[in-house]
């Protein structure tokens, strides 16, 4: 079966991280966040990809080129981001029989598109506590039964099982991919699946777990579980002196110094360097080329590449961007002192992260200056500076 992976959004959601790269290719442990989902195709045996490019197109086609792991991939260009609906149809040229979608910012368990493209026509579904956040099915029994409807957010969910963003479609599909815009003004993929519900039998496939990645702390969680799942693997030059504890990984021409102790699952890419004297811990990813100083402390963080995190700092549940610069002594609260829930802003409104703990979220080539403080929920676009021994509660 061809997968179409959707890949075009413009992730606004995500910014500051995806003003320059592109929210499908942001890290998530040693790949992009897309290569999860295109993984997860091949291993349920899809024999084309095609990806659905729009925003930062050139960058998702220069990683997956035209054959990724054996797997031919083909691209389909939608020019203006008119919905997921609009995203598929703009592949539509490409297929031919049973295709599956998949959204290119969600991480599945392991086999359920394998379970979803052997129960085509189906539908990825997953439990969830506040199901009128999502598109809610119906169903007309237990789980793992047929799907008798699909509703957006609505007041009064039929049932809790959310809609996973993961399709298994019959051939006749590809001919009712042209809905009409919703009140949202996008054309939507759940339209076409309602379409698909009303002619066929189609299976509700529920997942143990899944993440949609939409929001910066949702990029933390995504880290969480990738570098969660590694096995230990010390390929580096790791100093005698260091300290590596449980399942870390130290990519081919990475530098752990002396004094280094790492409590895994950690991950450090090639090129990159840690120490002497540093502690990383607990679900931290440090990319390639980034540089972690003397005596700095990383906790369940995400350190894109070329990133420096100079002497005496310390960053906390924090997602830093790429070549960004902190100057030394910089400190990231990552608690408030009322024990609430840290509050992150997304599109100009202030939101819950639902985290007690987080810390701040830098866009690309942001700089702090030495001894900065940086309060929880803070966002720094991309090129912010800080000032020597400024305290910033403030986006900027
Ligand atoms: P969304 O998460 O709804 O959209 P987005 O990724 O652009 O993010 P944001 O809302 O923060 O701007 O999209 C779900 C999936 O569908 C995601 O993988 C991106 C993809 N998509 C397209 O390919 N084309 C589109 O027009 C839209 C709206 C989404």
Redesign the pocket.
Known sequence: MKAVV?????????RPLSESVP??MLPVADRPLSAHTVDAAIDAGADEIVL?I??EAETVRDYFGVEYRGVPVTYAV?EV????A??VNSARDHLEGPFAVL????LYDPDAVDRLFDACPAICAIEVDEPSNYGVLSTDGEMDTRVTGIVEKPDDPPTNLANA?AYAFPAEAREWLEVPASERG?REITDVVAQVIDEHDVTAVTLERWL?V?RPWELLEANEWKVGDLDRRIDGDVSEAATLEGPVVVEAGATVRPGVVIEGPVLIRAGATVGPNAYVRGSTMVGRNAEIGHSVEIKNSVISRGTSVSHLSYVGDSVLGQDVNFGAGTNVANLRHDDADVKFTVKGDRVSTGRRKFGVVAGDEVKTGINSSLSPGLKLGPGAMTRPGETVDRDR
């Open positions: 959707l890949a075009a959004g413009q992730g606004t959601r995500m929210k499908p659905v729009g925003y939608q981001q008119a919905g997921t609009d995203a959204n290119g910012d969600n963003g996008e949609d939409g």
